[in-house]
Every structure is written in structure tokens, then in C-alpha cells.
């Protein structure tokens, strides 16, 4: 018992926690003796880290097989765990695996078997077919946002990796909505439910009216978005041409936001996340795509500029503000030719811009490309030294870092670029002469 204790201290401290919130309190207790455990969490609740806890104590820092499989639905969730696995320092292998990926790297890669696999079903199937993991040793399976994995089709696929286990020992089903229905392959019988699912009542959020008409829509928008002074924010649409359509006209009139829906190239769609995370922009447009199992922490307003098409949505919407205890805006864009949806019966007091209104305001931070990551041996700490030595800037204006596999993306402050790139685009790190530009 003490060793575990111990255990959760130091990853606690790895992540910058003093303390387990409730929902990873209670599933730590709950998982330690159930084979299977539902969690219901709004996003932004911390149920990346409640669940990864008790997984991670269950490991055999010895054993030379994968011991866990973790699946999400999409890959930005599926990085966004392998984040969070990363920062706990466990100093056991994860891997993330997913399409898009380079297959070879990923099979290089699998060679030595990782401690957590985590990856999106299509390409662990994929695996599995080409015979590059194994999964028979497998004694713990999580799915995170299961019910996105049911609706995105991937039922059969999950199915066949079922199939693939023999010691499985733990199941964790992970959502942000209540289902009542179970896979039937999974054997998910009488789980231990972890139900914190009171996002309607959280007093944290404050519901504004904010009251609008088809013809100045977007003007409005504009007026909203310029009174939040730089504080970061998502304006949700329903439609990827919304989401352009909204984007081009604030652009256009000074106010740089950045776009993210699901017709876009997975490499831009993670390109447009980074640049969100890191600062560049303070203002992410996006359909429902952006709802689902992203942790973008510290929003403060969220924005309905077209009414949400299910409760289900506006739900997961919201969860990006009010995180973990702190306090966070909605903002319903009314129309008063339109009706209002039935489920929307939250209090809704009109928000009213200040009488002096706004400029935009540009962000302090800009986002620089480096053209080498992981498998060039280049980790952060290289590129903070990199830019120290030899490009002169504190610290302090180093923003956040985003290594991958062949490429990284640094957040510095705007002020610095031009002088910086000067300096720094002739030299070489860790011997390796790099193309560094600003992102596009």
C-alpha cells in the first residue's frame, strides 16, 4: 500500500497535481477490485488521467509484452492520451499507433513490444493482420469515447481485436453521455459505474442569451470575440462551410482565428490543434467534430453561433469550459425569427457588449516548424537549448513544444521571430540542419 502511495505521488507531481480530483478519486477506489468499470465524465473532467492511474499500477514494469491496449476513436484523442501517459514519467514504453501514421516507423517501432499501446481501431486491426503486435497477453482494455467508436462504425473492428485477447482481465469503458447499451462482445456484465455526469447543474457555467439576427450574424460574432480581450475561446458551428465562411470574414476584418473540421487533412486538422493549444490563436472555429474527447485546457467562452443539433452536443460543446473547477461562459446565438430547441431550458440572461468596443487583439505567441522530431532523436530539451544558444531568447518567450515524429512546433513570442529565424535557420541541432519556418 505504501509503494502505491508513493506511486501516486510521484506521478502526481510529474503532472503538476497536488491532489486527485473526485472523479479520480472514486475510480481509483472502484477499479481496484472490478473487472469492469464505466466511467461518465463531462470532457475537461479529467477522466484521461482518472483512468490511465489505476492502469498504470496495474503494470509489470518487468514484463517484455504489451500489457494494456487503449483504443479511441480518432487520433487526436488517441495523442492526446499518449500526452497525458507521457507526462505521468512511468518511464514504461508507450506507443501510439494510428492512420496517417507512417505503418513502417510504427512497425520499427513494435519491434520492442510497449508496456500501453494506444491506437485507433482500423489501425490496430491493422497490426493484427500483418502480424506486428500481439495482444494475447493483453490483461487490461480500455476504449475511451466508446459510444463514438460504436456510432463511427467501428463495432466489427473492435470485435476482431476482442477476439485477439486470452488473458484480459480489465475492461473500462470511458464516455462524456450515458448509454445503456453495452457491446455484446465485450462481456461487460454488472460494471462498476462511475457516474459524474452533472454538467447540467455545474453553477460554473453561465449561460448567456446573446440575441442576433441573420443579417448581422457575423458582425455580431466579431463584436463578441473582440470584447473577450485575447481570453481563448471556440465558436462552434454545425457546418464545415460555416466554419470557413466564419473564419474568412474575421480574418478579414483583423481577427485571426484558426478553422478545424473533419473535411480537412488530418495533418492540418492537427496543425490547427497545436496552434490553438500553444497560444497562436486565440479563437478555434469548428463543427462538433471539435466537441468529442479534445482536451483543450483553459477555455473560457464557448461559443453557439448555430444552435447545436442534439442535446447530446450541446452537452459536449460546453465541456470545454468550466474545467476542472474553474468558471467559464456559453454563449446562444438567438435568433428571434428562430425557435430555440426544447433541451435548451438552461437560465439564460442576455449578454450586452461593453458601450466601447474592442479592437482585435493579436496573440503574443507565433508558432515556428522544425523540420525533424522523435525518430531524428530531437526532444525538447534539445530544442529549448537550440533556441538559447543559439537563437538568444529566454525561456520565458518559449512557449509550448510539440515534438513528433519528424517534426516539431514550437510556440515564442511574436516579438522575437523575425530576429530569430535570422539566427537560427543556419545553424544545425544535434548536428542536423533543419528547414525552420514559421507554421502555415
Known amino acids: 500500500m505504501n509503494a502505491t502511495h508513493d506511486q501516486i505521488s510521484k506521478v502526481l507531481s510529474s ?6 480530483n473526485a472523479l479520480q478519486e472514486e475510480t481509483l477506489e472502484k477499479s481496484q477490485a ?14 484521461t488521467f482518472a483512468f490511465l492511474l489505476p492502469l498504470f499500477l496495474n503494470l509489470d514494469p518487468n514484463a517484455k509484452h504489451i500489457q494494456a491496449l487503449i483504443l479511441a476513436p480518432s487520433r487526436e484523442l488517441a495523442i492526446q492520451i499518449e500526452d497525458v501517459w507521457r507526462s505521468m514519467r512511468t518511464n514504461l514504453k508507450v506507443l501510439t499507433c494510428y492512420g496517417g501514421h507512417s505503418i513502417s516507423t510504427e512497425k520499427k517501432s513494435l519491434t520492442e513490444a510497449p508496456a500501453v499501446l494506444i491506437g485507433t481501431p482500423g489501425r490496430i486491426c491493422d497490426h ?25 462504425g467501428f463495432d466489427d473492428q473492435m470485435s476482431y481485436i476482442n477476439e485477439e485477447f486470452r488473458r484480459l482481465e480489465k475492461v473500462t469503458l470511458v464516455s462524456a453521455t450515458e448509454h445503456k447499451e453495452f457491446p455484446p462482445y465485450l462481456s461487460f456484465d454488472q460494471p462498476e459505474i462511475i457516474n459524474h455526469l452533472a454538467f447540467a447543474e455545474d453553477p460554473s457555467i453561465h449561460f448567456w442569451k446573446y ?20 481570453e ?37 486538422r492537427e496543425r490547427a490543434l497545436i496552434k490553438f493549444r500553444n497560444g497562436s490563436f486565440h479563437t478555434l472555429i469548428c463543427t462538433d467534430l471539435g466537441s468529442r474527447g479534445l482536451d483543450i485546457p483553459e477555455i473560457q467562452h464557448v461559443v453557439h453561433f448555430q444552435f ?91 512557449g509550448l513544444i510539440t515534438v513528433q515524429d519528424f517534426s516539431s512546433y514550437v510556440a515564442v513570442k511574436r516579438k522575437n521571430v523575425r530576429d530569430l529565424l535570422v539566427k537560427i535557420r543556419p545553424e544545425k541541432i544535434k548536428g542536423k540542419k533543419l528547414k525552420i519556418d514559421v507554421s502555415r
Open 308 to 398: 447545436p443539433q442534439s442535446e447530446e452536443a450541446f452537452i459536449h460543446r460546453n465541456g470545454h469550459t468550466a474545467r476542472m473547477k474553474a468558471n467559464g461562459s456559453s454563449y446562444l446565438f438567438m435568433n428571434p425569427d428562430e425557435r430555440s430547441p426544447d433541451y435548451l431550458n438552461v437560465p439564460r440572461e442576455e449578454f450586452k457588449l461593453p458601450k466601447e468596443q474592442d479592437a482585435p487583439v493579436d496573440s503574443p505567441w507565433i508558432t515556428l516548424y522544425f523540420s525533424g522530431g522523435k525518430k531524428d532523436k530531437i526532444n525538447k530539451i534539445d530544442i529549448v537549448g537550440f533556441l538559447g544558444q543559439k537563437g538568444g531568447i529566454a525561456k520565458e518567450d518559449i
Open 34 to 47: 472490478a473487472k469492469n468499470v464505466l466511467i461518465l465524465s463531462q470532457t475537461g473532467s479529467g477522466k
Open 232 to 268: 481563448l475561446s471556440i465558436v462552434f458551428c454545425n457546418f464545415r462551410e460555416a466554419t470557413e465562411s466564419v473564419c474568412a470574414y474575421l480574418r478579414e476584418n483583423g481577427y485571426d482565428a484558426i478553422v478545424y473540421h473533419g473535411g480537412m487533412e488530418q495533418d492540418e
Open 211 to 230: 440575441p442576433v439576427r441573420n443579417q448581422n450574424k457575423f458582425e455580431r460574432l466579431f463584436d463578441l470575440l473582440c470584447s473577450f480581450r485575447g
Open 128 to 152: 493484427i493482420s500483418r502480424e506486428t503486435i500481439d495482444l494475447t497477453k493483453v490483461t487490461q482494455f480500455v476504449v475511451d469515447e466508446y459510444d463514438k467508436c460504436l456510432e463511427f
Open 15 to 20: 503532472i503538476g497535481f497536488s491532489s486527485l
